[in-house]
Structures are given as structure tokens and as C-alpha cells.
């Protein structure tokens, strides 16, 4: 016999009649939620990408024969300048690549359906005459019940935010407790916990900065599992449903579904919520094969028993969520990622958030690098790990290799000093030059339904970012922690592009000098459409600073 004891959220598999014996799920296959299911794993499965991501390395290898043949090298300081910065992109591509090809594991196995069709208690449900209120519904794995923390972690958003995300997570089906951890000790943030049916947490220090303030909640929390929010991540009612059977491996020490983002609304915020886009849809789906996915920081549900194991959340870096899950990686557990979006949240709308948060981010991944260097063989790590925890701690390197092109274009246009040999014709650089940029275009194309300018704007300038974040993790320098969506006052873009803006001027002057002197040419000379290119994205990322600081000023005034 069926029973209906879920009217209210059919995003919710609905549940069936009790099952003979034991806890049992009341859940059937949803044909909406199976979709949404199908539909975010779907691409990384798709032949057309495998096909695209496979010319993608075929160009690059060509690329790569073409710039290191001997005969092709012009004069040794711009030569060298673009095989180092191509040799990172390259290199980088490849790894990227060769993970995105291993993106058609699904780890949503025997075990993990039936444990999800065991998750609830039908009897139990009506017993406890709880069929309208989903939050109320006992988990179960191993037919035993499970206890689940939500931790919502805030450090100084505004209210309306916080109570977003608070109320979404107390309305998360089944039975949970839902803490606000205020490292921002507001006094509001605490009535507001409350009116919302949310416990409330308040430490009397910051450190350990976000990992301390989790630290410090687990201390006073005892759930088996707990899941982590950023205050501006506001989760679905599903989100319990669709991660925690996975921990009916005991192996399992946490789940990451995506960050998607909600507010794309500004240049700044469809850059950087574009340039993650490809990461949480293609990559991280393929470091579940290698069982390297790793934690994001927010949307992430840990097992109590794996963190404890390694001491706690990592505190000694900015970078805390992939810390972490490098120690527990190396101890022996295990990873799942799915690509389902189960909370909605902001990217960085502004240049200064962007610059802080990319800087921390940066910072972390360069500490990896130069402080627990994931190739070294001391490390507990399968060599398949080693390989995607080394793409993780050099990804920023990519950042920087625009600078060094930066610097190609100038050194002919003032010095006569050009990278590859005069006599190589424009198209035949050209041709193996899109075999392996065009290609990647094509990907973009592909994996996110056009290409998006921002995002090449955005990576063309933000080389300022990633030389300090490799500076401060070179030599130790602590960086203040900065939260992306924290209110207060505001700040001027141009307190943090400083370098862009000297960039700017002297590409600018560059291009008028190089247009000057090829007047005459009937053809434009490549290294100057080179200089102006990289000019008018400069521009066009200075122009942005203006419309921002114009904003800031307004409302200092206001």
C-alpha cells in the first residue's frame, strides 16, 4: 500500500508504504530529480567532449614540437620568456585534460542506492506523525540512526544574507540540527539564529581563522556527520538526501557537490563564477576516478569520525578545505564528488573581492607546493594522487605565465628582439598557435555554451594576484583573512590594481611607439597586434575599476 508523505517539496523523491522489515527509505526515482541528476553528470559523460578534449591534446602536443624545434627559436630572452610561460600552460593543459577524460566515473554505486532507498523510516514517519514535516525524519545507515550537524560559518555578512542561508538550512530535509558559528560575535546574528529555530555558536578567539571557528563548533557538537556553509550559500531541502548515503562506505570521510553561484550579474562575478564553472563540471567529476576530489570549503559534508582522525580541520593555512583534504587523503580515506548543485552562492561581484579571494586561494595552493610537496616520496599518496594534489598546487603558475608574455611584444617593438625566427611565416605560426588556443576555445565552447570573454579578461590580468600569493607562500608571510561577501566600507579597485594600472600605461605607450614605427607596413606586424590585444583587455578591465570606484565614492558620499 502507498502512502503520500511528501505534498510538500517534490523535489524529493516521494516516499512509498513501510518497507517489510527495518529502517527503509521512503524514496522512489522522482522523474525531476533523476533529470536534474542525469542532466549534471551528462556532459562529463558526453563523447562529443572526449572527442573535443582529445584534438585539444593532439594541438597542444603539436604546439609543444613547434615552439622547442631549434629551428624555429628567434633571440634567447623572449624565446625563453614564451617557452616557460607556455611550457606551465601546456603542461597544466594536459593534466587538465587528461583529468577531464577521466570524468566518466560515477560514484553513485550499488551501495550508495541502496543505502539511499534504506535512508528513512517509513513506519517510524508515521508514527511520529511527521509525514508533512521532512525535517523531522530520521536518517539511517546500516539501519541505524545517523545524527548530522549543519554548520552555517559566518565572520561579518549582512543579516539578510545570514538569514537566507540559516532558514534554508534549518527547512534541509531530514532530522539535523542547524548552527550558526558567528566568528563575527554579533549580537544580531545571535537573536537572528534564534528567531529562525537555529543554535548559536560564538568563540571568544578568531584563530585558526574558518577551520578554528568548525574546530571549535565540533567541540560542542557531536553529530556523526556535519556539514559545512558558507553564510552565503543558501542549500536545497535535498542536500542530505543526496550525499549522506554515501558515507554507508566507512571509508568515506566527505562528500563536495559544487559551488554554483546565483548572482553573475557583473562582469567581475561571470569571470570569476565562469572560471570555476569548467572545475567543478569536468575536473573535479574526473579526481573522483583517482580518488583526489577534494573539499571546497562550503557545500561539503564531512564524516565527525575522519576529521577527528586527523586532529581537526587544517588551520595553518588560508586554504583549510584542500589542507584537509590532503590529510585525509594521505591517511587513507576517501573522497566523493558529485556534480549536482545542492546550494546556490556569490561569486565576488567586485575587483577587491575578487583580488582577496584569489589571493587566499593562490596562497594556499602555493603552501602545498613549497611546504608539503605532494611528489615527494614521504608522502601517502597513490602516484595518481601525487599527480592531480601537484596540478592542484600549481594551477596558480598559469596565472602568472601572462606576465611573461606581457613582456614579449615590447621587447621587439623597443629592442628588435623577437622570440621565433623572422622567416617563420605569420601562418605558420598562427596555425599551430590556434592547434592549440583555438582548441581550448573550442572546449570552452563546449563545456560552457560560448566562449566567455570574461573570463580570458580576467586571466590576463590578474598575474599581480598570483605573484603575491607565490611571494607570501615563498617566504611565510601571513596574509589577513578576508572574507568574500563581508560587509563594510567600501574599497577603491585601484588600492589593489596598482600593478595593472602601471601595466597598463606603459602597453599603451608601447602600442603608440609600435604602431609609429610600422607605419609604413602594409601588413600589421604581429608583435604589435600582439601589444595592442593585450592593451585593449587591460583597458577594458580598467574600465571596469572606474565604474567601481565611481560606485564607491557615491556611496561614501550617500
Not at 525524519?137 to 548530522?148: A, I, N, Q
Not at 549582512?158 to 566568528?183: M, P, Q, S
Not at 572560471?275 to 573535479?284: G, H, S, T
Not at 567586485?350 to 593562490?362: G, N, P, S
Request: aromatic share 10%; proline share 6%.
Amino acid at each position: 500500500m502507498t502512502s503520500t508523505l511528501h505534498p510538500r517539496a517534490p523535489e524529493l523523491p516521494p516516499p512509498v508504504g513501510p518497507a517489510p522489515t527495518g529502517p527503509a527509505t521512503t524514496v522512489q526515482g522522482d522523474p525531476q530529480a533523476a533529470a536534474r541528476r542525469r542532466d549534471a553528470n551528462a556532459a562529463a559523460h558526453s563523447p562529443s567532449l572526449m572527442l573535443v578534449m582529445m584534438l585539444a591534446t593532439i594541438g597542444a602536443v603539436a604546439y609543444a614540437v613547434f615552439l622547442l624545434d631549434p629551428d624555429h627559436r628567434g633571440d634567447w630572452l623572449p624565446y625563453a620568456l614564451v617557452i616557460v610561460a607556455e611550457s606551465v600552460l601546456l603542461v597544466l593543459a594536459l593534466l587538465a585534460m587528461w583529468t577531464v577524460l577521466s570524468s566518466g566515473y560515477d560514484p553513485r554505486d550499488f551501495a550508495y542506492h541502496q543505502a539511499r532507498e534504506r535512508l528513512f523510516d517509513a513506519p517510524q514517519i508515521l508514527r511520529d506523525r511527521a509525514t508533512d514535516d521532512p525535517t523531522r525524519w530520521r536518517l539511517f545507515l546500516h539501519d541505524r540512526p545517523v545524527t548530522v550537524d549543519v554548520f552555517v560559518t559566518t565572520c561579518g555578512e549582512d543579516l539578510d544574507t545570514i538569514a537566507r542561508t540559516v532558514r534554508a538550512a534549518v527547512a534541509i530535509h531530514g532530522e539535523h540540527r542547524t548552527w550558526v558559528l558567528d566568528d563575527g560575535r554579533s549580537d544580531g546574528v545571535r537573536d537572528l539564529a534564534a528567531t529562525l529555530g537555529a543554535r548559536y555558536i560564538r568563540r571568544l578567539s578568531s584563530g585558526g581563522q574558518k577551520a578554528g571557528n568548525v574546530n571549535h563548533a565540533l567541540s560542542i557538537a557531536k553529530g556523526d556527520l556535519f556539514v559545512i556553509l558558507d553564510a552565503d550559500f543558501v542549500p536545497r531541502p535535498e542536500l542530505l538526501v543526496e550525499t549522506v548515503p554515501f558515507f554507508v562506505r566507512d571509508d568515506v570521510a566527505f562528500v563536495q557537490s559544487p559551488q554554483t553561484y546565483g548572482n553573475m550579474n557583473s562582469l567581475i562575478s561571470r569571470g570569476a563564477g565562469y572560471m570555476q564553472a569548467v572545475f567543478y563540471r569536468f575536473v573535479q567529476p574526473g579526481r573522483n576516478r583517482f580518488n583526489a576530489a577534494f573539499c571546497v570549503g562550503t557545500n561539503v559534508v564531512f564524516r565527525r569520525a575522519a576529521v577527528d582522525d586527523i586532529g581537526g580541520m587544517c588551520t595553518d593555512s588560508k586554504s583549510e578545505d584542500v589542507w584537509t583534504s590532503l590529510h585525509l587523503h594521505e591517511r587513507g580515506w576517501r573522497s566523493v564528488y558529485i556534480p549536482q548543485t545542492l546550494a546556490v552562492g556569490d561569486t565576488p561581484e567586485t575587483i577587491v573581492a575578487y583580488a582577496k579571494q584569489q589571493l587566499r586561494w593562490a596562497t594556499g595552493g602555493f603552501e602545498i607546493l613549497l611546504q608539503h610537496n605532494p611528489l615527494s616520496p614521504r608522502r601517502n599518496l597513490t602516484l595518481d594522487q601525487r599527480l592531480q594534489y601537484f596540478v592542484t598546487s600549481t594551477h596558480y603558475l598559469s596565472g602568472i605565465a601572462p606576465l611573461l608574455l606581457l613582456l614579449v611584444p615590447p621587447l621587439q617593438i623597443y629592442l628588435g628582439l623577437a622570440p621565433m625566427r623572422l622567416d617563420v611565416s605569420v601562418g605558420t605560426w598562427a596555425l599551430y598557435y590556434l592547434g592549440f588556443y583555438g582548441l581550448q576555445i573550442a572546449i570552452a565552447f563546449f563545456t560552457l555554451g560560448s566562449f566567455r570573454w570574461e573570463v580570458l579578461l580576467l586571466a590576463a590580468v590578474s598575474w599581480p594576484i598570483y605573484v603575491k600569493a607565490f611571494w607570501n607562500a615563498l617566504t611565510g608571510k601571513q596574509q589577513a583573512w578576508a572574507v568574500t561577501g563581508r560587509v563594510g566600507r567600501g574599497t577603491s579597485p585601484f588600492e589593489v590594481i596598482v600593478p595593472q594600472t602601471l601595466c597598463f600605461v606603459f602597453l599603451l605607450v608601447t602600442s603608440v611607439v609600435g604602431v609609429w614605427q610600422y607605419r609604413d607596413d602594409l601588413l600589421p606586424n604581429l608583435s604589435v597586434a600582439w601589444n595592442v590585444t593585450n592593451t585593449v583587455i587591460l583597458g577594458g578591465f580598467l574600465l571596469t575599476a572606474v565604474r567601481e570606484h565611481r560606485a564607491v565614492v557615491t556611496g561614501g558620499a550617500a
